[in-house]
């Protein structure tokens, strides 16, 4: 019970926490729900039965639906402390991960068009982790994030830094394909409900992993990792940061397939040499000199 309890309390404020970072300034709660969380937790989890009996204790997240003014958005929380998990225990708590969104039908239209879900690829060891938007249509078919065209694209600048999908992690922002009623063909940006309903997903997951640079590839990608709407543009080559992990914007791989100027190859190759560069990554002249004009 008292692992239940507190798993179960834990991602209650994870998911608060998101909602509070991203401008969520009050959440509707019935009245039966803030009576039952003034009561006592069970005897089996007196660690988390002393302040859920207190109000004045209970942790900020858990106190939204009572403000009465605007409460600032805080910064990007921390991943948990304590001792890191063994490879085992990791890999076993991210084997129940992708169980659980493989199971997901938390989005109704999704789950009534998806074919599967695109948990993640790769390394869950890897301290080098590219998040995307969301599936499409060739991840969906495959149930693998990046698989397509861009995604192609995304395993050669991969391979360029002297890596491979298999010593990296890559995931999305959206688990499954949004949905496109009436279309035949083509993708949608994922709704901002969407992106909030899946992301305690891509949290556990870099909470799990706990990187030590993430690429986001991409707007939305950012959007979703960031809460700033800023523009990739912008954005694009300035370090930011998530939960204590350095990000990295950056454009999405789909962007140079369009735009195949040499000059908008060089600023994403650009932002991969800093990733390289942070993680101290061997970097060879070859590679520095990729994408640059002959002098």
Not at 63 to 83: D, F, I
Not at 280 to 287: E, M, T, V, Y
Request: hydrophobic share 40%.
């Amino acid at each position: 019970m008292q692992g239940d309890y507190a798993q179960l309390l834990d991602a209650t404020i994870r998911h608060l926490e998101y909602l509070k970072a991203h401008g969520t300034k009050f959440v509707p709660v019935q009245t039966a729900t803030l009576q039952a969380l003034g009561k006592p937790a069970p005897r089996s989890a007196p660690a988390v039965s002393s302040s859920a009996s207190h109000p004045a204790s209970k942790p900020a997240s858990l106190r939204l639906a009572r403000a009465s003014s605007p409460v600032p958005a805080p910064t990007q929380p921390p991943p948990p402390a304590g001792v890191p998990l063994s490879r085992e225990a990791k890999e076993q708590a991210m084997a129940d991960l992708r169980a659980r969104a493989l199971a997901c039908v938390k989005c109704p239209n999704l789950v009534a068009a998806r074919r599967h879900v695109v948990f993640g690829v790769g390394d869950i060891h890897s301290p080098l982790m590219f998040v995307g938007e969301a599936p499409g249509a060739d991840e969906d078919e495959q149930g693998e994030p990046f698989v397509g065209k861009a995604g192609q694209l995304l395993t050669r600048i991969i391979q360029t830094m002297g890596l491979s999908r298999e010593t990296v992690y890559i995931a999305n922002i959206l688990k499954c394909r949004p949905d496109t009623p009436g279309q035949s063909a083509g993708n949608r940006k994922p709704t901002p409900a969407e992106m909030q309903t899946c992301s305690p997903y891509l949290l556990a997951q870099i909470d799990l992993i706990r990187p030590r640079v993430i690429v986001a590839l991409g707007a939305t990608a950012v959007e979703g990792l960031l809460a700033d709407k800023t523009g990739i543009m912008k954005l694009r080559g300035h370090w930011r940061e998530f939960r204590g992990v350095p990000v990295m914007p950056t454009f999405h791989p789909a962007y140079l397939l369009r735009n195949q100027s040499l000059a908008e190859k060089r600023k994403v190759w650009e932002d991969m040499l800093a990733v390289m560069e942070r993680l101290a990554l061997p970097i060879s002249a070859k590679q520095r000199g990729y994408f640059l004009k002959p002098a």
